[in-house]
């Protein structure tokens, strides 16, 4: 079965830098978007940042010119580094991947576990 392994993350002052990775395992065909999601405490879940498979991005506009979203699809892996940190990017972070698996004729989304970050003033 499919799923996505998620590494990074933690806690640091504002100003400070952090990066996240997420990779695809098991038994798929393609894998097609990528992206980075965040639920910060008592709000509402939110997209990041984005990639497709031909490496297009975007970005929420509250992390644009500091979050930068990257992937290397010979090792099904998606990046998002982030820097100046602010205390209101505090959340948890989840990787979404759109897989192809062999029984299916269409892709479908997997989720990660989810990663912590904490940013204090």
């Known amino acids: 079965q499919v799923r996505l392994v998620e590494s990074g993350g933690g806690s640091l002052q504002a100003g400070g830098s952090l990066a996240l990775s997420c990779a695809v395992v098991?038994?798929?065909?393609?894998?097609?978007?990528m992206a980075w999601y965040r639920q910060a405490p008592g709000k509402e879940r939110e997209m990041v940042a984005s990639?497709?498979?031909?490496?297009?991005?975007d970005y929420a506009d509250s992390v644009k010119g500091r979050f930068t979203i990257s992937r290397d699809n010979a090792r099904n892996t998606i990046y998002l580094q982030m820097n100046d940190l602010k205390p209101w990017d505090t959340a948890i972070y989840y990787c979404?991947?759109?897989?192809?698996?062999?029984?299916?004729?269409?892709?479908?989304?997997?989720w990660g576990q989810g990663r912590h970050v904490t940013v204090s003033s």
């Open positions: 098991g038994r798929f065909v393609s894998i097609a978007d």
């Open positions: 979404n991947a759109e897989v192809l698996t062999p029984m299916s004729f269409v892709p479908r989304d997997y």
């Open positions: 990639i497709t498979k031909g490496s297009i991005t």
